[in-house]
């Protein structure tokens, strides 16, 4: 395997990094500060300028789409190898893969539609999506079941006549707050009588359809993510034509939900190096500036052993992200499922570890606004849950691994080739 970055790679590099120096870090303060604005004046879900200013800069110096590989909509798309290195600087700041249109969850609603959706169905949403004129909400996870085990998806959409009938009540709908998600894509149960993993289907709902309510925005520790936003949202009585609705078929909603997992759970892991490398760069400047009892901090051997574990922590991490981006992109993400499973479980919690450490070196500032740890420091913990907990993907690895010394050949349907969602 070779993971050196081509030159049309490096040059991205370089160009990604002098937006980010230029546009990005300079405005944090901004993107934060318009966002409170929009609350005091008694609505927090409004699209910041700053974004939207952004954009068409990214776009006209070619750092746009950059994630869709392999499709004749989105020819500047990359495949995951070339992506890695770029995603990883887009996640060193919480808000800049949408300046790119390369956030989540627009890119994995993106990939799925390419992928699965009919050439109406992308006349429709995915060009729009790909223009970076709308937005898009994933709709899987459900209150009232434990959807780490995507099976006991109760959401209901029955078949009457032309139409699907929808009833369900679904949580953790990022991205569903935002007035410009124009689309969910949804599972849900077209079929209770069918095999389990044959009972569920997925849809492309417009978010007006009659009979949705968003009913509220959910905080993580204590952050909205407005105007993005992590939404409960009820579909009553919801009606969409099958024609336009209906992706890839009847019964075929895990199949496409393992499709869409995979890139999701790779994009958020190379945006979660970007934030540990971030991170790490943090702590070393807090160390370097302050003295404690008379010497600089970063004399201290336990900062020396912190530092230390954290590049080595980060440099693992990303090695292994890059072999499951390369195995992607050689023999597909079915595959790739266990070195996509070890990444999920490995750099969330890397990063989580890193950004805590970096938190603990800027003291009382570290867990205030005046630094961006905190809020990292909620993104990243909350990733442990978001695409599968890490227990759900342990329990995989395990079994794929126990696997490979059994003399009894496999003759049921394996019980992991399912998706897993938030968690509880």
Same mark, same amino acid.
């Given at each position: ?22 546009? /990005?870090?300079?405005?944090? &303060? ?6 409170a ?36 909509r ?39 539609m390419e ?37 006991? /998806? ?20 990022s ?22 993993h ?10 007006n ?33 099958v ?11 895990f199949? /496409? ?8 759970r ?73 070195e996509?499973?070890?990444i999920?479980?490995?750099?969330p ?13 800027? &003291? ?32 995989? /690895? ?18 992991l ?8």
């Amino acid at each position: 395997m070779n993971f050196d970055y081509t030159p049309k790679v490096q040059d991205l590099q370089a160009r990604l990094l002098a937006f980010m120096d230029e546009h /990005i870090y300079p405005n944090e &303060g901004r993107f934060f500060a318009e966002i409170a604005a929009n609350r005091a004046k008694g609505n927090a879900w409004v699209p910041t300028a700053l974004i939207e200013e952004l954009k068409p800069k990214a776009r006209e110096q070619g750092l746009w789409n950059l994630f869709l590989p392999r499709s004749s909509r989105a020819p500047e798309g990359l495949s995951n190898l070339e992506y890695a290195p770029l995603c990883e600087i887009m996640g060193r700041v919480p808000f800049a893969a949408e300046v790119f249109n390369c956030s989540a969850p627009d890119t994995g609603n993106m990939e799925t539609m390419e992928r699965y959706g009919t050439e109406a169905q992308k006349d429709q949403w995915l060009e729009p999506l790909l223009r970076g004129e709308i937005r898009s909400a994933f709709l899987m996870t459900e209150p009232e079941v434990a959807s780490s085990d995507a099976t006991n /998806i109760q959401c209901r959409m029955e078949r009457d006549g032309d139409d699907y009938v929808i009833n369900g009540r679904k949580w953790w709908s990022s991205g569903a707050g935002d007035p410009r998600c124009a689309v969910y894509v949804l599972m849900g149960k077209t079929d209770p009588s069918a095999g389990k993993h044959q009972q569920q289907s997925m849809l492309l709902v417009p978010s007006n359809a009659p009979g949705i309510e968003v009913v509220r925005p959910l905080s993580v520790f204590g952050y909205d993510d407005a105007p993005h936003g992590h939404m409960e949202v009820v579909l009553k009585n919801v009606r969409v034509p099958v024609a336009n609705s209906l992706l890839l078929g009847e019964g075929r909603g895990f199949e /496409i939900a393992q499709g869409r997992l995979g890139p999701g759970r790779i994009h958020h892991c190379m945006r979660s190096i970007g934030a540990a490398e971030r991170a790490l760069e943090l702590m070393c400047k807090r160390l370097n500036t302050r003295v404690a009892f008379g010497k600089p901090i970063s004399s201290q051997t336990i900062w020396h052993e912190r530092i230390a574990e954290a590049r080595c922590m980060i440099d693992q991490a990303r090695l292994l992200t890059l072999k499951a981006a390369y195995m992607m992109d050689t023999v597909g993400n079915k595959v790739a499922r266990t070195e996509i499973a070890m990444i999920k479980v490995v750099a969330p919690n890397v990063a989580t570890k890193i950004i805590d450490w970096a938190i603990q070196a800027h &003291g009382g500032g570290g867990v205030s606004d005046d630094f961006p740890l905190a809020y990292a420091y909620a993104t990243q913990r909350t990733l442990r849950l978001a695409d599968g907990p890490d227990e759900v993907h342990r329990n995989a /690895i395990a079994k794929w691994e126990l696997g490979k010394h059994m003399s009894i050949p496999k003759t049921h349907t394996d019980p992991l080739d399912v998706p897993v969602t938030r968690g509880c």
